[in-house]
């Protein structure tokens, strides 16, 4: 099918953002099919309660990939819609500066900060004492690509439906006060995540701007994962036995190399892309990017 088809494409040819929205969009929609189809079998498993983080420390020594699995999963359709489109908008503003790798390490990173602040917030605050509660949603994460890019260039102008143009800067302000009054209300400990994600992604910066990047240890293990299983799938060495060397050797002829013609409408259709955006494509283009990226 053409749908299923322009998907994977813009999954191969799209940058982070766009796999960072892939990613929370299968990790919403696949459990929703699957363990409401078991509903309709009155088996009800909450399986959110083995995805999100949990308020209680102790709960986290049992379910350690819950404080990066939480920054993927969400609750209902207009949560995970709301922090997408926030994420698409941040994710391309700060890959303007930074790098994909970069743009990874500080999701998962915000995200794990985030869920600290959220459980220590439940542990110490008198307001959140004795309760129970889950943290889900890639708000705390989201919150640090914002504030990481406003600190960055804080001055950067944007232009904002029913608003028109506004610095970026502003933007943050407005967030972070919306989290800041709604802190006594509902949502405490969500509200203090998403301020938690906001201070990891001013250090960030910060510590950009003196030399570190904080990002640097987690990208490296990612591309040794990476390398690890890439590896495994390459063709083992083969021994090759080479004849002895003639006693007349051919000369080898001088030849032209020319460019392969494939890779040549390859950059061609990239270079589309670049200049009239990915839907300028024909069908018949599409389809052979898809077919040379196997």
């Known amino acids: 099918m053409d749908i ?28 929703e099919v699957f363990f409401g189809v078991l509903r309709l079998f009155k088996i009800d498993i909450p399986y959110q309660n083995y995805m999100g983080l949990s308020n209680v420390f102790t709960d986290l020594l049992f379910k350690p990939w819950t404080i990066i699995s939480y920054a993927f999963v969400h609750n209902g359709f207009f949560h995970i819609l709301f922090n997408l489109l ?13 790098t994909q790798k970069q743009l990874l390490g500080l999701y998962i990173l915000g995200g794990i900060f985030a869920g600290f602040v959220y459980i220590i917030s439940y542990a110490f605050l008198p307001l959140l004492a004795n309760q129970n509660a889950l943290l889900v949603g890639a708000s705390g994460s989201i919150m640090a690509i914002l504030v990481a890019v406003a600190t960055y260039q804080p001055n950067m102008e944007v232009r904002l439906f029913l608003f028109g143009t506004v610095k970026l800067i502003y933007i943050a302000i407005v ?37 570190y990047d904080l990002s640097s240890g987690l990208n490296t293990f990612l591309d040794w994962v990476t390398n690890l299983f890439s590896a495994r799938k390459q063709t083992p060495f083969k021994k090759v036995h080479r004849n002895a060397k003639p006693t007349n050797p051919i000369k080898p002829q001088s030849k032209i190399v020319t460019k392969d013609k494939t890779q040549q409408q390859i950059d061609e259709i990239l270079d589309k892309i670049s200049q009239s955006g990915y839907d300028s494509l024909t069908t018949a283009e599409k389809e052979f990017l898809f077919q040379a990226g196997k």
């Open 4 to 31: 299923i088809n322009d998907l994977k494409l813009q999954y191969k040819i799209g940058g982070m953002t766009i796999k960072l929205i892939f990613w929370n969009i299968l990790f919403f929609v696949i459990p």
């Open 86 to 98: 926030i994420l698409n908008f941040v994710g391309k503003l700060f890959t303007t500066f930074f």
């Open 175 to 211: 967030l972070l006060l919306i989290d800041l009054i709604q802190l006594p209300m509902e949502n405490t400990g969500g509200h203090l995540a998403h301020l938690g994600g906001a201070f990891f992604g001013f250090v960030y910066i910060k510590s950009i701007q003196n030399g």
